[in-house]
């Protein structure tokens, strides 16, 4: 199934790949690399599905709407068959866990097995909008996010954005950018903040939006699809020369390389801070965003 919905651009329909928003395809070379490490990625994440379906311990709807969307192939064929029976299996469990009404789940999560399931049942989604009000409450830039997109599914604003990302303080050009992509601004603002992230993408502050967290390489993959048409420069400006930022091979390069072989069986990530021996939630997650951000180049 294509990963693509209207509703919800987390992904767009691009040619016919169904993967990216916009731009240019990456180099056959490393586009087989990035395939390649998709699958490792898929098969390793498929071994690791519980038998009900969910994925991990301790967060369970979270680490199962995240890894669904992530073994989902992009298009019939494209993913081992143990993946595409995982995705299967995690939506049935999703969907029953949403017929839980009295289970405690942080809200955060709400949004994300939203998500999931609005992949594969749109007319399912039913985020609770008085429920979605409680944004306002949850600190964290990436937790707000996924709680904006959650909301639009439902047509709704994000919840004013999540109080108005005008008031936000933003630490960079690439917070700014992931943040504004899901709202409206004229072309000219677009093409200033564009060109501001362009010309600081080797900052320390910008890098860290690069690795080695695949959640934020991910959500500034999918803004800079999203808000700049996947392309990424900046023009010639007094004294400052013009800048066009190989993004796209940047990023593949950097992850492909930094994917980890499993003896057992296909490829994972290891998680940017040191997790738990007795758990594999960490490193699930990683691999499941670090397969998300790959699928956006």
């Given at each position: 199934m294509l990963l693509c919905l209207a509703a919800w651009p987390l992904w767009g329909q691009t040619g016919t790949s169904g993967r990216r928003l916009d731009a240019g395809p990456l180099a056959l070379s490393i586009q087989?690399?990035?395939?390649?490490?998709i699958r490792r990625a898929?098969?390793?994440?498929?071994?690791?599905?519980?038998?009900?379906?969910?994925?991990?311990h301790s967060n369970r709807v979270f680490l199962t709407a995240l890894t669904c969307l992530a073994t989902c192939p992009d298009k019939p064929g494209t993913a081992p068959a143990a993946a595409d029976d995982a995705a299967a299996r995690a939506r049935l469990w999703l969907a029953e866990s949403a017929a839980v009404t009295n289970q405690a789940v942080p809200l955060e999560a709400m949004a994300w097995r939203e998500l999931a399931l609005a992949q594969m049942l749109p007319a399912a989604t039913s985020f609770p909008r008085a429920v979605a009000a409680q944004a306002v409450a949850v600190t964290g830039l990436l937790a707000r996010l996924t709680i904006v997109e959650a909301c639009r599914l439902?047509?709704?604003?994000?919840?004013?954005?999540?109080?108005?990302?005008?008031?936000?303080a933003f630490a960079d050009a690439a917070e700014r950018v992931v943040w504004l992509s899901l709202r409206e601004v004229t072309p000219a603002d677009r093409a200033a903040m564009t060109a501001a992230l362009a010309r600081t993408w080797r900052t320390p502050a910008v890098v860290s939006w690069q690795e080695p967290d695949a959640q934020r390489a991910w959500r500034l993959a999918r803004a800079i699809n999203r808000y700049a048409?996947?392309?990424?420069?900046?023009?010639?400006?007094?004294?400052?020369?013009?800048?066009?930022?190989?993004?796209?091979?940047?990023?593949?390069?950097?992850?492909?390389?930094?994917?980890r072989i499993d003896t057992r069986g296909?490829?994972?990530?290891?998680?940017a801070e040191p997790a738990p021996a007795e758990s594999d939630d960490a490193t699930i997650a990683q691999t499941a965003f670090a397969t998300l951000l790959l699928r956006e180049l």
């Open positions: 087989n690399e990035v395939d390649a490490a898929q098969l390793w994440l498929a071994q690791r599905q519980q038998p009900d379906g969910s994925w991990g439902q047509g709704t604003n994000g919840v004013a954005l999540a109080v108005a990302a005008a008031d936000e048409g996947g392309d990424l420069a900046a023009p010639a400006e007094g004294t400052q020369p013009a800048v066009r930022v190989d993004w796209r091979h940047q990023l593949a390069r950097a992850w492909i390389a930094r994917q296909g490829g994972y990530w290891p998680p």
